[in-house]
């Protein structure tokens, strides 16, 4: 139900454009978050914004170079990310919650994508 797609091959610096599209239901009263899992780590959080798109939360090592956005007519978030590094590889994955304002733990979020594969190359 949550389709993310947008990742590819970048080189540092450079700039991606994630999107996240919900099909069979409508999010548009869900929180919505990007998580990312680096090959042998765990998944981590990077950014969630709530319901209405007027409150946004991002990890540190992400604030300032991402932003986590949404148009709930067209029941789809997207996650732009400048300024990219090569330690921003991982696969992005975006999730919906339907009871926290603005989750940031993995175990709040209720719908989960499959996966964009992002690669930063040095």
């Known amino acids: 139900q949550l389709q993310a797609c947008g990742g590819g091959l970048v080189q540092a610096g450079g700039s991606l454009r994630l999107s996240c599209a919900a099909s069979g239901r409508t999010f548009s009263s869900y929180a919505m978050g990007w998580f990312r899992q680096a090959p042998g780590k765990e998944r981590e959080f990077v950014a969630a914004?709530?319901?209405?798109?007027?409150?946004?939360h991002y990890a540190d090592p992400v604030r300032g170079r991402f932003t986590i956005s949404r148009d709930n007519a067209k029941n789809t978030a997207y996650l732009q990310m400048n300024s990219l590094r090569p330690e921003d590889t991982a696969v992005y994955y975006c999730a919906a919650d339907r009871r926290a304002y603005l989750p940031i733990r993995r175990n709040q979020y209720d719908y989960w994508g499959q996966g964009t594969l992002v690669t930063v190359s040095s």
């Open positions: 914004i709530n319901w209405s798109g007027g409150s946004t």
